[in-house]
């Protein structure tokens, strides 16, 4: 099954722009490992026996380059493999108006070598008809932003729009929205995007911010809860159109041999179910189907309400196609690069090159029964038999976890202070049957009546995951319209095996939503069931729970106000949840949602042993840090330079830090925010 898609009705154009022989373009293998560098490059790429989709047939060569339609005297800014201009300790890569910013020369060669038809786009915020200042001023416009701003479709079809508009800055919100300023101003959003439909799109950019040494970061959906797709003064890559998907039924890689799925970085998780669906199978995709699949959601190693029975997203991947720092294309795999391959399959999106597509597995057909379940304090439950209730669910989690079980709930502290309620959105449970699901689930239930604690249940079987899954979630994907900080947790399963250490689990939690804060949590046990060797934490194959709260910022809030909210934050979430769930008894975070403000982000986001040769796999293939991404790997080295916001966001340079000694907990932060939830 293979998509059309705007891509490859501009091949034939792109083709001659470059004026290339693209019959040698279908062949992965072909290779160019001449390097203006005097450092020996990383091999070239081989096949994996996969057709490369059409837009990925439209590559960048030594032998294109010769022939780009570009001034003589521009060309070196497109050259491959060479090193990036040096940054020393304190210098920061160029603003807008800074000597060292690209020429307006240089951006017209950017496009003209892109193919012009505006693949170069000069950044407008997406808020910017609401505001007068702009040129896309535009009233009828801003009243239907105001009201589809929490629609994630909206964001996904702008080049530079993100979903956690905090890390930008709050700089172009619409009017309507408390967090909004009087004016509207770029911001930390990236000045250029390159809205990227064929590989060389993404080179060319990958070579012009390496030999410029400007800021580069990558966009595809815009599901972003760590800042990692904004960048004041950045390019920026759009992968979102990148979007054909392909079935391929016997599919041979190493001990391999079955269905996969052939997926292209701009395909959302809808998209990869649906096909998976329609084909009579499965596959290991995240809670929310407005996220991007082959972004950064396999990088940071991806949970899913699969994760219980099947492990990691990551462990499921064959195969990647990607744009490495020296901006050629390589199909990486195991044989290929192995170092490469293991890192980027939970080492962090953003971090060691761009992906064009993957190769996933396919698994069967599995039947899924789901159930929720809700209940709260009142007059009948008093607080402490509420939290028996709460400890019994929480005591059945190992049971849960072995049979394969997955749940996301919330525990809140309603809005009179002293009542509580909890939501199990749904339990969901793979190849389970109701008979099966009722004796898993039975000790729960039985606890609750024993309690005397009212509650309601809905229990459903289904034929297949998809339906289940549409039916089961709460609508968790939409746009944050309000703003707060986080603190969160892995919870690992040995704390269940020792009763005082569960028991200081449990009263770190309940201390954390007694005191007011939000709680989204996780059930899952990953585990390893593949025997998958890549990045993925540690910390997530040990996890049975996932735990985190919220600090919501009243509105206008000042600087000073942010701040002390981040340091109570610190203070009453993260520091009483580590010490509950020490890192070195395989507690940890989860990349994709954790904390800026964790001193001991590296251990915790990687296990301090992945750490360290991920560090040693960055510096092999990205030696300069092109790609430089929030807590990413090597991130220490860098920071950036904001005015005073009370809260780090991307609205400032990107500068080489002057000790080299990272993000303390009193300089970093983090900001996302309750139902933004989607990096899962």
Known sequence: ?????????????????????????????????????????????????????????????????????????????????????????????????????????????????????????????????????????????????????????????????????????????????????????????????????????????????????????????????????????????????????????????????????????????????????????????????????????????????LSSLLGAAADHILAVNIVTADGRFRTVTEETYPDLFWAIRGGGGGTFGITTSVIVKLHEKLGVTTSQIAFRTSDAVSDDTFWLGVRAYFESFERHGKAGCYAYFTLLRNEDGASYSMSIQSIVAPNTSLSAFDAITSPFFTRLNLLNIPYRSTTKHYSSVLPALREAWPRIDGVADFFGIRGSRFFPAQIWTDPSGFGEAFAAIRQVSRAGYPLAAWQMAPGNPTGADNAVNPAFRHALAFFSAEALFPDAATPAEKTAIQSKLLAEVVDPWRAAAPTSENGGSYLSLGNLADPNWRGDFYGEGNYEKLKQVKKQWDPSSLFYATTGVDSDEWEVRTEEQGIQTQNGPLCRRRDGMGISQEEGYDQVVFHQMCAA
């Open 1 to 305: 099954m293979r998509h059309v898609t705007p891509a490859m009705l501009r091949i034939a154009l792109i083709c001659l722009l470059l004026l290339r022989d693209t019959s040698t373009a279908f062949d992965p293998s072909s290779s160019s490992s001449s390097s203006s560098s005097s450092s020996p490059s990383p091999p070239s790429s081989s096949s994996v026996g996969v057709p490369l989709f059409g837009y990925e047939t439209v590559r960048l060569t030594d032998d294109s380059l010769r022939h780009i339609r570009v001034p003589p005297h521009l060309s070196r800014i497109f050259s491959f493999d060479t090193a990036a201009p040096a940054i020393r300790p304190g210098e920061c890569k160029p603003l807008p108006g800074d000597a060292n910013w690209p020429s307006e020369e240089e951006w017209a060669a950017l496009n003209d070598a892109l193919g012009g038809e505006e693949a170069l786009i000069k950044t407008v915020p997406l808020a910017a008809p609401c505001y007068k200042e702009w040129q896309v001023y535009d009233e009828d416009r801003c009243e239907e932003l105001e009201r589809d701003w929490a629609d994630p479709w909206s964001h996904e079809d702008d080049a530079t729009s993100v979903m956690s508009p905090i890390w930008q800055g709050l700089t172009c919100l619409p009017p309507n929205i408390p967090a909004s300023s009087p004016q509207c101003t770029l911001g930390g959003y990236p000045s250029y995007a390159i809205n990227a439909t064929t590989v060389s799109h993404v080179q060319l950019g990958v070579n012009f911010a390496r030999n410029k040494g400007i800021r580069l970061v990558i966009k595809n959906t815009g599901h972003d809860s760590l800042g990692k797709s904004c960048g004041a003064g950045a390019l920026s890559i759009w992968t979102r159109h990148l979007q054909e998907l392909e079935y391929l039924a016997g599919y041979e890689h190493g001990a391999f041999g079955g269905p996969v799925l052939h997926v292209g970085s701009g395909v959302r998780t809808r998209d990869v179910y649906e096909a998976a669906e329609e084909r009579g199978c499965s596959v290991v995709g995240g809670m929310c189907e407005s996220v991007g699949f082959s972004g950064g959601y396999f990088a940071g190693g991806g949970h899913s309400a």
